[in-house]
């Protein structure tokens, strides 16, 4: 009943820039915190970075002043400007919300399909 559909992922050189989108659809009441994950090939999935309903951001230290995370809460998306790009970025991003679907039903947590990125010359 709710769909997080990532998009925005591909091949960038070092140094380039994209722009990864998630919508987030179907019975939602609200949303509240949403961020984004990676997960490069055989390592855990990682934070990248999280935003509060208010437009509160957070950065895992490594991605601060390369990424932005912004989101419009009237589209339910969450977005996230990635610059400067490295080929240590190469890697699944994952997009993550938490949501309620009916005012009284507990926040659950949704997650996207993953979109990939490959940083690479």
């Avoid at 994209?18 to 055989?42: D, K, V």
């Avoid at 999280?50 to 490594?62: E, L, M, P, R």
């Avoid at 790009?85 to 994952?94: F, I, S």
């Amino acid at each position: 009943q709710v769909q997080l559909v990532e998009s925005g992922g591909g091949l960038v050189q070092p140094g380039g820039s994209l722009r990864l989108s998630c919508a987030a659809s179907g019975s939602i009441f609200s949303i509240y915190a949403m961020g984004w994950y990676r997960q490069a090939p055989g390592k855990q999935r990682e934070l990248v970075a999280i935003i509060t309903s208010g437009g509160s951001a957070n950065y895992v230290d490594s991605m601060k002043g390369r990424f932005t995370i912004s989101r419009d809460n009237t589209k339910n998306t969450v977005y996230l400007q990635m610059n400067s790009l490295k080929p240590e970025d190469t890697a699944v991003y994952y997009c993550n919300a938490d949501l309620q679907q009916r005012h009284y039903s507990p926040m659950r947590e949704y997650w996207g399909q993953g979109t990939q990125v490959t940083v690479s010359s």
